[in-house]
């Protein structure tokens, strides 16, 4: 088996035996498209999700152990218009609630953290 990763998709090609008389081997190749497993994050569209992808973090556990505000820091590199908004995005989908469920000083920290970047 072997899988190749084109950006938001992966080929993988698998070699699967026939139980026929000659023995033959039967190739498939299967197109994963990988775009959706962090768009099913609450706040992340499929936008963000493409930026994210863009910028290496293809999986909630990269998401999760890159942090959001390393992750927004890395969008911002490729989106300077990444705003407040998308840090707290990021770290919702990383605690599994929308953005606007998030605890107040989580907020403040965020919004420190921003503006440390906005000057």
């Known amino acids: 088996m072997s899988i190749r990763n084109n950006n938001s998709s992966q080929t993988i090609d698998v070699r699967v035996k026939e139980s026929s008389?000659?023995?033959?081997?039967?190739?498939?190749?299967?197109?994963?498209?990988?775009?959706?497993?962090?768009?099913?994050l609450p706040n992340i569209g499929?936008?963000?999700?493409?930026?994210?992808?863009?910028?290496?973090?293809?999986?909630y556990?990269?998401?999760?152990?890159?942090?959001?505000?390393?992750?927004?820091?890395?969008?911002?590199?490729?989106?300077?218009?990444?705003?407040?908004h998308r840090l707290y995005a990021l770290e919702g989908a990383i605690l599994g609630v929308k953005k606007n469920q998030l605890p107040i000083e989580t907020k403040a920290e965020l919004k420190n953290f921003f503006n440390a970047f906005s000057k």
Do not use: F, H, Y
């Open 21 to 40: 008389p000659d023995s033959s081997a039967v190739n498939l190749s299967l197109e994963v498209n990988m775009m959706g497993i962090l768009s099913d």
């Open 46 to 59: 499929e936008i963000v999700e493409k930026q994210l992808n863009d910028v290496g973090i293809t999986t």
């Open 61 to 84: 556990e990269q998401l999760k152990e890159c942090g959001s505000k390393q992750a927004w820091l890395k969008v911002r590199a490729i989106d300077p218009s990444a705003c407040i």
